[in-house]
């Protein structure tokens, strides 16, 4: 019993050995054996041996602030929050910390191509709104007249805010 505690074995004639190999070695029933340099290897049961540094592992977390997800997004810190709280898809931050939340950078890439997230790069094809000013100039009529136009009803207009604009394609008909 003591010669196990203190790492050695019993001979046959009664003295207590070290164990074989290095002080703080594993014992050679171990599956974890040291090769040349020190590099450590793992038996794998009649199949050779494979180094421990060789074996499988997941790469550290590289940390993504809402910053970068506000680039890699194309989207505002209020559309990272809209994300975050309503697609279910959309990771879970590892940490809220004092700069704010943090991502891990992996997990929000492979969503952004498993979702086909596309920022809204192309912004030509969108329609070019005309404020209250131009559609008067437009009409030729005062801007007063295009104001009782919009009390009345009497023309299609959108609010975007509290700003009021018109789609030419449907002022032309």
Not at 30 to 51: D, E, K, N, V, Y
Not at 111 to 129: G, I
Not at 157 to 173: H, M, Q, S
Request: hydrophobic share 40%; aromatic share 6%.
């Amino acid at each position: 019993e003591l010669s196990r505690s203190l790492g050695g074995h019993r001979s046959g004639a009664g003295e207590l050995e070290d164990a074989p190999g290095r002080p703080g070695a594993a014992p050679e029933s171990s599956p974890i054996t040291r090769g040349r340099g020190g590099a450590a290897w793992q038996s794998t049961m009649g199949r050779g041996c494979l180094p421990l540094d060789l074996r499988p592992r997941r790469p550290p977390v590289q940390a993504a602030p809402e910053t970068y997800l506000l680039n890699l997004l194309g989207i505002s810190r209020q559309g990272v929050d809209y994300l975050a709280k309503n697609d279910p898809t959309f990771p879970a931050p590892l940490a809220v910390l004092s700069i704010g939340r943090v991502w891990e950078r992996r997990d929000v890439e492979k969503w952004a191509r498993e979702t086909l997230w596309r920022p809204m790069a192309n912004t030509d094809a969108l329609p070019q709104l005309l404020t209250i000013d131009q559609l008067a100039e437009r009409l030729g009529v005062s801007i007063r007249h295009i104001r009782r136009l919009i009390a009345e009803r009497r023309v299609p207009y959108l609010k975007v805010g509290w700003f009021i604009r018109f789609d030419p394609a449907e002022i032309a008909t």
